[in-house]
């Protein structure tokens, strides 16, 4: 059994994990949510460009979560984080996730999202993993910011520190954002992607197996 790296959004989820955790903060600090419209409008617009994308991500997060002491950012990602393994798992790759265990795979979740809210999702959902790569956060005066994003090239990056062989592994995503994981990877498994993302696939030449929802 080749060993795997898993994303997580898109792929063990069908929802957006960190954008859910967000919403839940904007639903709780509705000032804090109006404060941070320029912030979200700049997120909408950023659309496929990855850089732009990830760095709208950045602010509307450092804008909603201000404030926020450690230890409410702690209970809102457990709580939204557990929510979500209950109602937004996808059950055809919680499948292929037990399957790759049974087999004894070496089994690697890589994420842009938050680290405790990722780490959260996977318990309630019950998918056993090796290891779990993701984004984390660092509090200042006046509240959380990412200390690391790993998005595009970044979560590349973040295996190969980490010792994961992806050049040896099958890679599962939903997105062209992970493009450099993608390509470096011994093979990859492409799960409902966006139209955008399949047709940017399809253009790059890479070969990628299709795997609907």
Avoid: C, N
Avoid at 61 to 80: F, H, I, K
Avoid at 122 to 142: C, F, I, M, N, Y
């Amino acid at each position: 059994m080749t060993d795997a790296v898993l994303d997580l959004d898109g792929v063990l989820t069908t929802r957006d994990t960190f954008a859910a955790l967000l919403t839940a903060a904007a639903l709780r600090a509705p000032v804090a949510g109006a404060r941070s419209a320029p912030e979200l409008v700049r997120w909408l617009r950023a659309g496929h460009d990855v850089p732009r994308h990830a760095a709208a991500s950045r602010d509307v997060a450092r804008s909603l979560l201000r404030g926020m002491t450690e230890p409410q950012y702690e209970a809102l990602a457990a709580a939204v984080g557990a929510r979500l393994g209950a109602v937004a798992a996808r059950r055809s790759m919680l499948e292929v996730a037990a399957g790759l265990r049974r087999a004894g795979a070496h089994v690697v979740v890589a994420t842009g999202s938050e680290h405790r809210l990722a780490a959260a999702f996977l318990a309630a959902a019950g998918v056993e993993h090796d290891l779990l790569l993701a984004s984390t956060l660092r509090w200042t005066p006046t509240g959380p910011e990412f200390d690391r994003h790993i998005r595009g090239e970044g979560k590349l990056s973040a295996l190969r520190e980490a010792g994961v062989d992806i050049e040896r592994r099958r890679f599962w995503t939903d997105s062209f954002d992970d493009f450099p994981t993608a390509a470096a990877a011994a093979s990859v498994v492409l799960v409902a992607p966006s139209r955008h993302s399949a047709a940017r696939y399809r253009a790059s030449g890479l070969d990628v197996e299709l795997l609907g929802g």
